[in-house]
C-alpha cells in the first residue's frame, strides 16, 4: 500500500508540468500529458485496491499523506530540474515494484498470504471475471507497473537523445 501511495505522483507531476508547457508553448504534447495522467489514475487505483484488502488504521493513512507530500514536493522539483532522471528513476522504482509483486504473488502461491476475493472496485477496473481473487489483481496489477516501466524508460530514453517527448508519440490506450 505504501509503495502505490508514492506511484501515482509521478505521472500527475509530470502530466501536469507537461500540461503548463504545452499551454506557456502553444504546442501539442505528442499525448504524453494523456499518457502520463493515465499512469496516475491507474497507480490511484491499485492504492484504492489495496486499501480495500488492507483495511488501512487511521495512523497509517496518516502516514501516507505525510509520504506522498515530501514525495510530490521532491518528485517535483527533480522533474524540473531534470524530466529525464525523473522518468529513469521512476522505470527503476515500477521495476522495484514488479519484483514486489513477483514475490506478493509466490506469498500467495505458498499460502502464506490468504487469496481473498478480489475487492468490486478491482473487478469493474480491470474487467476480471466475478469470481476473481486476489492473486488475479496482483497478477494485474504486476502488468500495469511493466507498461508503466517501458513508458518511463522510453520518455527518458527520449530525454537523452537530446529530444522533447511530443516529437515520439506516446504509447496510448493501455488501459
Request: glycine content about 6%; charged content about 25%.
Amino acid at each position: 500500500m505504501m509503495l502505490e501511495t508514492v506511484a501515482a505522483v509521478p505521472g500527475m507531476v509530470g502530466g501536469m508540468l507537461l500540461h503548463c508547457k504545452s499551454l506557456r508553448r502553444f504546442e501539442h504534447s505528442g499525448g504524453w500529458i494523456r499518457t502520463l495522467l493515465e499512469e496516475a489514475e491507474n497507480e490511484r487505483m491499485h492504492l484504492m485496491t489495496f486499501m480495500e484488502v488492507a483495511q488501512p488504521k487511521w495512523y497509517e493513512r496518516a502516514l501516507v499523506i505525510t509520504v506522498q507530500g515530501i514525495f510530490f514536493n521532491a518528485y517535483f522539483l527533480g522533474y524540473v530540474i531534470s524530466p529525464k532522471f525523473a522518468h529513469r528513476m521512476v522505470g527503476y522504482l515500477e521495476e522495484e515494484a514488479i519484483h514486489s509483486y513477483t514475490e506478493f504473488l509466490k506469498e500467495l502461491d505458498k499460502g502464506n498470504i490468504e487469496n481473498v476475493p478480489a475487492p468490486a472496485i478491482a473487478i469493474d477496473y480491470w474487467r476480471l471475471p466475478a469470481d476473481a481473487t486476489l492473486k488475479d489483481v496482483v497478477e494485474v496489477v504486476r502488468a500495469d507497473e511493466a507498461h508503466h516501466r517501458d513508458v518511463n524508460h522510453l520518455a527518458s530514453d527520449i530525454h537523452y537523445q537530446g529530444h522533447e517527448l511530443r516529437d515520439t508519440p506516446a504509447p496510448l490506450g493501455y488501459h
